[in-house]
């Protein structure tokens, strides 16, 4: 059976690195492809080829069997290829229909907009998924789930006939990620071919027929997903067996030394949230998205106003009213979005890692070289694999870049970290290394607040957890209590 899109042999490099070495890939009619790997694996540069974002140094693209070769995005949208990108590409201020016709606007015969024409295909589409969205409305006051349905409806728009989805479900709860997967097995039936990337391995066997695994820019295998199973897709991408996910707790927790205690009333009339932290200690804040996690901490750091506050470090009073006070104080956020919020993607690792020390000495711009022993030692310090301290942080995969944010953190002599969904986008393999990390941090007397979405690392990593529901804590929960019922009859509110 000749494949919908096949790609023979790629290979790609980049300046000190080999991305892809050889890479075959065969996409039938009707298929959801996984493509399983590590962070730096290859995948994200192999679905660019696909997508003409870049061209392969050698190696072939066929598509029906006839060889294609796509110098642009544009060539690999006329061929049928679209894709799904993991951080949004949609204009924040223009509505869903703009969005989905941008720059391929439906005109009339006097060149003139057809806005009718552009509104019924996308209601058409939009039907087709079983979405209701608001045409008219900025994207940006959609919700999360609403604007990743706005960027597959874009897709859709193109006709697309091989969809790329690269991690579709990070941003979406367990219902909507459902509801995905329901329009995909809609596409499924239309002959649609899809290639599919996420590092929930759970999902893998929910929707995937096949899958491929890659390594270290290396075809592995490609199995179908009945014949495989999660231990051996693990050791397949690790090329090794991982014996323990979570790192054993070393220590008890020291609760004799409070490093933190906060009081905060986010509204005039609303409940006020207590929480301390004790050195050395793991506190996750767990809950449902929109509970208030992300908030609280936005509160506490000044990034957010709030109706009072009332904070203590080592038992004096402090002041947080921005993050730059907060980081004077010794705390640092390694935000949700990394790319965005935690790093400057254009900049150096070493210029990541001490941006902030010098910009609080009045320098932006600085050189590497004058901090090279401070930057080698904490990238030894974190395990950040690069090629080099001077290499474009972009370049690095999402599990290193966490830690060239931890990195920076810890330049600036914190004692307090908060992590907000550390590992949300990060392979297993990168899960295990970042827990490992957080461990070595409190045995060094520093302590971390963790929001995570994720109750296996919420139950496996943290000390005590706070559970929120409402915008509020709802529940402390310590020993054999953090445990996945308890956390989620608290989180659900079923536990009154």
Same mark, same amino acid.
């Given at each position: 059976?000749?494949?919908?899109?096949?790609?023979?042999?790629?290979?790609?490099?980049?300046?000190?690195?080999?991305?892809?070495?050889?890479?075959?890939?065969?996409?039938?009619?009707?298929?959801?492809?996984?493509?399983?790997?590590?962070?730096?694996?290859?995948?994200?540069?192999?679905?660019?080829?696909?997508?003409?974002?870049?061209?392969?140094?050698?190696?072939?693209?066929?598509?029906?069997?006839?060889?294609?070769?796509?110098?642009?995005?544009?060539?690999?949208?006329?061929?049928?290829?679209?894709?799904?990108?993991?951080?949004?590409?949609?204009?924040?201020?223009?509505?869903?229909?703009?969005?989905?016709?941008?720059?391929?606007?439906?005109?009339?015969?006097?060149?003139? &907009?057809? +806005?009718?024409?552009?509104? $019924? *295909?996308? %209601?058409?589409? #939009?039907?087709?998924?079983?979405?209701?969205? /608001?045409?008219?409305?900025?994207?940006?006051?959609?919700?999360?789930?609403?604007?990743?349905?706005?960027?597959?409806?874009?897709?859709?728009?193109?006709?697309?006939?091989?969809?790329?989805?690269?991690?579709?479900?990070?941003?979406?709860?367990?219902?909507?990620?459902?509801?995905?997967?329901?329009?995909?097995?809609?596409?499924?039936?239309?002959?649609?071919?899809?290639?599919?990337?996420?590092?929930?391995?759970?999902?893998?066997?929910?929707?995937?027929?096949?899958?491929?695994?890659?390594?270290?820019?290396?075809?592995?295998?490609?199995?179908?997903?009945?014949?495989?199973?999660?231990?051996? &897709?693990? +050791?397949?991408?690790?090329? $090794? *067996?991982? %014996?323990?996910? #979570?790192?054993?707790?070393?220590?008890?927790? /020291?609760?004799?030394?409070?490093?933190?205690?906060?009081?905060?009333?986010?509204?005039?009339?609303?409940?006020?949230?207590?929480?301390?932290?004790?050195?050395?200690?793991?506190?996750?804040?767990?809950?449902?998205?929109?509970?208030?996690?992300?908030?609280?901490?936005?509160?506490?750091?000044?990034?957010?106003?709030?109706?009072?506050?009332?904070?203590?470090?080592?038992?004096?009073?402090?002041?947080?009213?921005?993050?730059?006070?907060?980081?004077?104080?010794?705390?640092?956020?390694?935000?949700?979005?990394?790319?965005?919020?935690?790093?400057?993607?254009?900049?150096?690792?070493?210029?990541?890692?001490?941006?902030?020390?010098?910009? $609080?000495?009045?320098?932006?711009?600085?050189?590497?070289?004058?901090?090279?022993?401070?930057?080698?030692?904490?990238?030894?310090?974190?395990g950040v694999k690069t090629p080099g301290a001077d290499t474009a942080v972009s370049t690095l995969s999402g599990?290193?870049?966490?830690k060239v944010v931890i990195a920076r953190w810890l330049n600036n002599d914190c004692n307090i970290l908060i992590?907000?969904?550390?590992?949300?986008?990060?392979?297993?393999?990168?899960?295990?290394?970042?827990?490992?990390?957080?461990?070595?941090?409190?045995?060094?007397?520093?302590?971390?607040?963790?929001?995570?979405?994720?109750?296996?690392?919420?139950?496996?990593?943290?000390?005590?957890?706070?559970?929120?529901?409402?915008?509020?804590?709802?529940?402390?929960?310590?020993?054999?209590?953090?445990?996945?019922?308890?956390?989620?009859?608290?989180?659900?509110?079923?536990?009154?």
């Open positions: 059976m000749t494949a919908l899109l096949e790609l023979k042999r790629i290979k790609k490099s980049f300046p000190g690195v080999k991305a892809l070495d050889g890479i075959d890939l065969a996409i039938q009619r009707g298929e959801v492809h996984a493509l399983l790997g590590e962070n730096g694996a290859g995948k994200s540069t192999l679905v660019k080829i696909m997508c003409g974002i870049y061209q392969p140094d050698e190696g072939d693209i066929f598509i029906d069997g006839e060889q294609c070769r796509f110098s642009n995005y544009r060539q690999a949208i006329e061929a049928g290829v679209g894709i799904i990108f993991q951080e949004f590409s949609l204009i924040p201020y223009m509505s869903a229909i703009d969005n989905i016709f941008l720059n391929r606007e439906i005109r009339n015969r006097w060149g003139l &907009l057809d +806005r009718r024409a552009m509104r $019924r *295909k996308a %209601e058409a589409i #939009f039907k087709r998924l079983t979405v209701e969205i /608001d045409l008219d409305c900025p994207v940006e006051q959609l919700s999360v789930a609403q604007q990743q349905f706005v960027e597959i409806a874009k897709a859709l728009s193109l006709e697309a006939r091989v969809l790329v989805l690269d991690e579709p479900t990070a941003t979406l709860t367990p219902g909507e990620a459902e509801h995905l997967f329901s329009v995909m097995n809609d596409l499924r039936l239309l002959g649609v071919g899809m290639v599919f990337i996420s590092h929930h391995l759970d999902e893998i066997f929910t929707i995937c027929d096949r899958i491929t695994v890659l390594r270290d820019g290396s075809y592995i295998e490609t199995l179908a997903t009945g014949d495989t199973n999660v231990e051996e &897709l693990v +050791r397949l991408m690790v090329g $090794r *067996k991982i %014996e323990n996910a #979570f790192p054993l707790k070393q220590h008890p927790v /020291d609760t004799s030394t409070l490093l933190l205690e906060a009081e905060i009333q986010r509204e005039k009339h609303g409940p006020t949230d207590r929480f301390r932290l004790h050195k050395g200690e793991i506190l996750g804040f767990a809950g449902l998205v929109g509970s208030g996690r992300t908030e609280t901490v936005s509160a506490l750091i000044g990034a957010s106003r709030c109706h009072r506050k009332c904070v203590s470090l080592g038992g004096r009073p402090a002041a947080l009213n921005s993050p730059a006070q907060a980081l004077s104080q010794g705390i640092g956020l390694l935000p949700e979005s990394r790319k965005t919020e935690g790093l400057v993607l254009p900049f150096s690792v070493a210029q990541n890692i001490t941006l902030n020390r010098h910009h $609080r000495r009045g320098k932006i711009f600085v050189s590497a070289s004058k901090d090279r022993d401070v930057v080698q030692r904490l990238i030894h310090a974190v599990g290193n870049q966490q992590f907000d969904e550390p590992t949300r986008g990060i392979d297993v393999g990168a899960k295990a290394e970042i827990y490992q990390l957080m461990q070595q941090l409190t045995l060094q007397g520093i302590s971390i607040i963790m929001i995570s979405s994720e109750l296996p690392e919420i139950i496996g990593v943290c000390d005590r957890v706070l559970v929120f529901r409402g915008g509020h804590i709802v529940a402390e929960l310590t020993g054999d209590d953090i445990e996945s019922n308890h956390i989620m009859l608290h989180a659900t509110g079923s536990a009154l």
